[in-house]
């Protein structure tokens, strides 16, 4: 499968139709040693993985030459283009390679083995890990989505609720003075402005988290499902944009446009002088997306987080929690092709979560995302030491 | 040497046959589920992919998946068609201006131009379309287009809510920009290749600059301004990226009106891949080969039908001998 995969990506590029770049062409990873003592050391370490800690022994990679690749999410890029530099200082034998190209790509690209590392917004669906023996999903922080809009006049923050975005997004509602958006916000005097609903025209792990934010808050107005692409319901005058940075230079441009993009896109959406609207929770409180709302909503998901990590977060029952919110996936085989392969992807994976490395502020405060609480960094270190 | 120019010439022979050859093999689970029903109506719901995967007649799938490549063929051809009407005419005439009107200095200029244009990256037309004109047609020129146009069947098409830029008109208009250099150069370089013979013949007889552009150039190149709309179209079939950023890659319905949102086949296969690629069973992105299928054989039948057009404007149409 993951041959004839590969070949129709090549015949797609050869026939003109035009496909994003597929796998990169970088060596077989793991050509460095694998000595016997690096070896035993690693299965010690691997073994004595202690909740919500990381010994400092994991985080060391194998002596060798070690090229990891990752692709994936565009929205863990970024984060992949400044772990990637900081690793290689802190360890020059080791070199990662990341990519953006999305998340399904990221996803099958992992199970097939043409790279080391996967990246995904959206976690594995149950038939993954029967498709797919030995596929992980692992947590490695955790991100938000904004709903942005592009109303002159409006000074401060729209309040919305799931419901009334249900209705904008099935052309229920069409202009920003309709009453069910002036009853979520007294006092705001509403423009006589046609409401432009714009959504992702490519597949996207952030059209999979709105859906599904869609389909858990109104069920009676949401109707087209969740996934990375959806039918939407045909709007008047409704746009679409490719990418996170489509969507914040097409709202911009767009008087009345309404937008959902992730939360690591906010200083350009700021810069852009978009709104950035505060959302409804389950338990009813209007809330913006910032440190305080997003861990609140991480919480309450805590002991519902299983083994394998499969969970959505989205509209959870925390009170003050922002309701869109999403665990940032790596996507690793636990078979890997060879012992130092799996010690350098375990070693690195230790370190993108250690709160003293990778999840360091100074790495996710750049991309708007919260690192994971103690108990899920304990259950993702569980899944790291898997790999093989 | 010759033995080995013919197995040179018999590379791009072979290339397309293994293009589609693979694209066949990969189709064939969506082939065989999808059946007919893929060709009369329009959808892309990948289905409950968090669900538990089924097996129907041997193929498996997640529940609720459908796909139906009708919208997006139309979406193709009539954006297409669009980009055709408009570029041919404006490329015909820029090509006997540039030959036979302009000084050879401005035409050299007029031939850069040409050559620069054909040369951006369609991504950046795209941006263009999207950003700027459509928007700019959608508020300023399409309403004007929209009020003028009569409410009766085939005209009413052209009535109706004009959105915001993105739709069937945006697209082909962009489209026709595309192809305006490919049309335009070839038709130049088949006006100079016009002996002088016949048209000094027809100013002798008295016929105006412009009777002679018409009654002897036009007829003289006819069937090459045929073939070289079947290269635009060829291209405008194919176009990606530019598509996919005017279009609005509306996945499921076909378009009310000219200026409604639609999709094309190559736009729905490079935006909608890497959703395919998390549907675990497969059948997502076997379906999106059977679409690509579908554009292969669009493309070769409009080539056939080109070549055949070719051969009969070119055996009834010239007015003098061709051994001038």
Wanted: glycine share 12%; hydrophobic share 45%; net charge neutral.
């Amino acid at each position: 499968m993951s041959l004839s995969k590969r070949a129709l990506a090549a015949v797609l590029v050869a026939a003109g139709i035009g496909l994003a770049a597929c796998g990169s062409s970088s060596p077989p990873s793991g050509v460095g040693s694998t000595s016997a003592t690096s070896g035993s050391a690693t299965s010690a370490s691997g073994s004595t993985v202690s909740a919500g800690s990381v010994p400092g022994t994991d985080l060391a990679p194998p002596s060798g030459t070690v090229n990891l690749s990752e692709t994936g999410s565009t929205l863990l890029y970024p984060l992949f283009q400044a772990w990637a530099p900081a690793y290689h200082a802190a360890y020059p034998n080791v070199t990662i390679t990341p990519q953006g190209t999305g998340s399904g790509t990221g996803i099958s690209q992992a199970e097939a083995a043409t790279i080391d590392v996967g990246a995904s917004d959206a976690y594995l669906p149950p038939s993954a890990f029967t498709q797919y023996a030995g596929i992980e999903n692992i947590p490695l922080a955790i991100s938000a989505q904004q709903i942005n809009y592009n109303v002159p006049g409006i000074h401060g923050h729209l309040k919305l609720s799931g419901q009334v975005i249900a209705k904008i997004y099935t052309g229920k509602i069409t202009n920003w003075d309709d009453p069910a958006i002036k009853a979520l916000n007294p006092g705001v005097s509403m423009p006589n402005l046609t409401i432009v609903p714009l959504h992702r025209s490519d597949g996207s792990g952030d059209t999979f988290i709105f859906t599904t934010y869609l389909t858990d808050s109104a069920p009676a107005d949401w109707t087209a499902g969740f996934n990375t692409t959806v039918s939407w319901p045909s709007v008047a005058g409704a746009l679409s944009a490719e990418g996170n940075g489509g969507m914040v230079t097409t709202c911009a441009k767009t008087r009345g446009c309404i937008a959902y993009i992730g939360i690591s896109y906010h200083s350009q959406t700021q810069a852009a002088g978009l709104g950035e609207a505060m959302l409804q929770d389950k338990a009813g409180d209007f809330v913006l997306p910032d440190m305080a709302t997003i861990t609140s909503e991480a919480a309450g998901f805590i002991a519902k987080t299983p083994a394998n990590e499969s969970l959505s977060l989205v509209y959870g029952p925390a009170a003050n929690g922002y309701p869109i919110i999403n665990y940032e996936y790596a996507i690793v085989m636990t078979k890997q092709s060879s012992a130092s392969t799996a010690q350098a992807i375990r070693a690195f994976l230790y370190w993108a979560l250690d709160k003293a490395h990778g999840s360091a502020p100074r790495f996710l405060d750049a991309v708007h995302f919260q690192p994971l609480p103690p108990s899920v960094v304990a259950l993702s270190d569980a899944q790291i030491a898997k790999i093989q | 040497m010759q033995r080995v120019t013919g197995g040179v010439a018999v590379i791009p022979m072979l290339a397309l046959l293994f293009i589609i050859a693979v694209l066949l093999a990969q189709a064939w689970p969506a082939i065989l589920l999808n059946g007919g029903g893929f060709f009369t109506h329009t959808s892309f719901d990948l289905g409950n992919t968090y669900g538990a995967i089924v097996n129907t007649h041997g193929v498996r799938h997640p529940q609720g998946a459908s796909y139906g490549v009708l919208g997006w063929a139309l979406g193709t051809v009539e954006s297409s068609a669009i980009a055709l009407v408009l570029a041919v005419p404006v490329s015909v005439f820029a090509a006997l201006a540039i030959s036979e009107r302009l000084p050879a200095y401005l035409g050299r200029v007029v031939g850069l131009f040409l050559g620069t244009l054909a040369g951006i990256p369609s991504v950046i037309i795209g941006l263009w379309g999207a950003l700027t004109i459509g928007p700019l047609l959608a508020h300023r020129v399409y309403p004007l287009l929209a009020h003028l146009a009569p409410k009766v069947p085939v005209l009413s098409f052209f009535t109706g809510g004009t959105g915001n830029g993105q739709g069937l008109l945006t697209s082909g208009i962009v489209l026709g920009v595309m192809i305006i250099p490919i049309v335009a150069s070839t038709t130049r370089d088949l006006v100079h290749s016009v002996p002088k013979l016949p048209k000094e013949g027809g100013e002798a007889l008295g016929m105006t600059d412009w009777e002679v552009a018409r009654r002897v150039t036009l007829r003289w190149v006819g069937p090459g301004i045929v073939g070289a709309s079947v290269l635009g179209l060829a291209r405008a079939l194919g176009e990606t990226m530019a598509v996919a950023m005017v279009s609005g890659v509306v996945l499921s319905g076909s378009p009310g009106s000219i200026f409604a949102p639609i999709t094309t086949i190559a736009a729905t296969i490079v935006t909608q891949l890497d959703s395919a690629f998390t549907d675990t069973s497969g059948f997502a992105v076997s379906s999106l080969a059977e679409a690509g299928l579908v554009l292969v054989l669009i493309t070769l039948a409009v080539n056939v039908a080109g070549r055949l057009l070719v051969r009969r404007v070119a055996s009834t149409a010239l007015p003098v001998g061709r051994g001038v």
